[in-house]
């Protein structure tokens, strides 16, 4: 449903074409392949892969191409990552038509595509060379591993965080041990606690 409305919305949208939609990464790899749009649109989540993880091997492969990541979570969580993986704008899937009309003709142009206030708060963490400065425990943890924290943050068990990211338990296991590592934190009952206390924090600021 969300590829078909992003198909009808550009197919009615002033000066886009609509090329192509592909239903996981796997597919999206060889239809790039085949016919390199002017601008990719990839969601977040999709059913194989992390869609950042696609986002950079794309980069790889065709670094020329534009990429705008979509996602119904905020973009306080996934905006700066997106574009470090890559891509040139982060739009959620709850804006405006007109917004995400904006990103892609500012993203084909050459631009970058977020929001004002996300716009101000990468300026304001890169400007004079704070970045480092700015940066927390939380941007540190790998894409696999913040997806592994943020899914133990809405109360998820081992289990159901392999069978969402499709990946083995064993695979959880080691990345709650790097990311504990990287917090700080010694036991795995204190790192559910502080997921879901940073996920409340998240939603509560939002």
Known sequence: MMREGWRLFIENAHDLTFAWMAG?????????????????????????????????????????????????????????????????????????????????????GGGIAVSEEMSEEILRAFSSGTANETKDSITELSDREFEVFRLMGQGRNTGQIAETLRISTKTVDVHKMNIRAKLGINGSSELAYFAIRWTEGQVAGS
């Open 24 to 108: 996981d990464a796997s597919e999206a790899m060889r239809r790039v392949d085949q016919d390199t749009p002017d601008v990719l649109v990839v969601d977040i989540s999709l059913p194989d892969r992390s869609g950042l993880e696609l986002i950079k091997d794309l980069r790889l492969l065709r670094p020329k191409l534009p990429m705008i990541a979509v996602s119904m979570h905020d973009e306080k969580l996934y905006a700066q990552r997106a574009l470090k993986a890559g891509a040139r704008g982060y739009v959620m899937k709850s804006a405006p038509q007109k917004v995400l009309e904006n990103a892609l003709h500012r993203v084909a």
